[in-house]
C-alpha cells in the first residue's frame, strides 16, 4: 500500500519563527506535491518536484521553500511564518501513470 | 493555464436518492482527471481517474464519472446515496505529460436520513 508520512500533524509556532513540515514517502514516486486547504479554496498547490535535487513553484508560493534532498523526502520551510499561513496542509506522492497518494495533514497555527 | 471549477460548494441529498456532483476542468491538451473525496479531519482518497479512453469510469462504492471532451465536464453520479457518503468532493486535472495536478474548490455532501 502506497504510504505518506507527514510530520508533525499538529503544529503551533510563532509569528516570524521558522516552521519545517516534513514528508516521507515509501512509493519510489518521482512526483511529489505540497498543498494547504482553507475553506473557499480547495487545495492550492504551493510547491512541487519530479525527483531528487528539484523544486518547482506552484500556484502560491510566496512565503513557502521547498526541499527534497532524496527521492523519499520533501519538505516544506516557512522561514517567517505569518498568521496568514495557519491552514492544513497535504503533502503527496505520485507518477506520470499512478494517481496521487496523500499524507494525512499537517495543522499548522501561527499565533 | 490549467483549472478546474466546481459550481456547486454544498449539495444536499436525501438517502437513497440520485446523485451528480459538477466538475468543469480546462486544459490545452489531453486531460487527466481525477474524482478524490475527504471524510472529516482526514486525507485525500481517490475515487475514481480517467486516462484517456472509455468516457465512462466506475470507481469504488459504486460511484461512476462521464468525461466529455465537448463540455470539458467530468461529472461524478451516484445511483443511490448513502449516509456514509457524507463527505467533500474534489475534481483534479493534470496533462498527460505534466507534473502539476491542479484542484477545484470542492464539494460539500450532505446526506438527509
Known amino acids: 500500500e502506497a504510504a505518506v508520512t507527514q510530520s508533525p500533524r499538529n503544529k503551533v509556532a510563532v509569528t516570524g519563527g521558522k516552521v519545517t513540515l516534513s514528508c516521507n514517502q515509501t512509493?519510489?514516486?518521482?512526483?511529489m506535491y505540497w498543498y494547504r486547504q482553507d475553506t473557499g479554496h480547495g487545495l492550492r498547490l504551493i510547491h512541487y518536484?519530479?525527483?531528487?535535487?528539484?523544486?518547482e513553484k506552484g500556484d502560491i508560493p510566496d512565503g513557502y521553500k521547498a526541499s527534497r534532498p532524496s527521492q523519499e523526502n520533501f519538505s516544506l520551510i516557512l522561514e517567517l511564518a505569518t498568521p496568514s499561513q495557519t491552514s492544513v496542509y497535504f503533502c503527496?506522492?505520485?507518477?506520470?501513470?499512478?494517481?496521487?497518494?496523500f499524507g494525512k495533514g499537517t495543522r499548522l497555527t501561527v499565533v | 493555464a490549467q483549472s478546474v471549477t466546481q459550481p456547486d460548494a454544498r449539495v444536499t441529498v436525501s438517502e437513497g436518492a440520485s446523485l451528480q456532483l459538477r466538475c468543469k476542468y480546462s486544459?490545452?491538451?489531453?486531460?487527466?482527471l481525477f474524482w478524490y473525496v475527504q471524510y472529516p479531519r482526514q486525507g485525500l482518497q481517490l475515487l475514481l481517474k480517467?486516462?484517456?479512453?472509455?468516457?465512462v469510469v466506475q470507481g469504488v462504492n459504486g460511484f461512476e464519472a462521464e468525461f466529455s471532451k465537448s463540455n470539458s465536464s467530468f461529472h461524478l453520479r451516484k445511483a443511490s446515496v448513502h449516509w456514509s457518503d457524507w463527505a467533500v468532493y474534489f475534481c483534479?486535472?493534470?496533462?498527460?505529460?505534466?507534473?502539476?495536478?491542479?484542484f477545484g474548490t470542492g464539494t460539500s455532501l450532505l446526506v438527509d436520513p
Open positions: 503527496a506522492s505520485g507518477d506520470q501513470n499512478t494517481e496521487v497518494f
Open positions: 512509493n519510489n514516486h518521482n512526483n
Open positions: 518536484s519530479y525527483g531528487a535535487g528539484s523544486t
Open positions: 486544459y490545452f491538451g489531453t486531460p487527466y
Open positions: 480517467y486516462y484517456p479512453g472509455d468516457p
Open positions: 483534479a486535472v493534470r496533462g498527460n505529460m505534466g507534473y502539476k495536478l491542479t
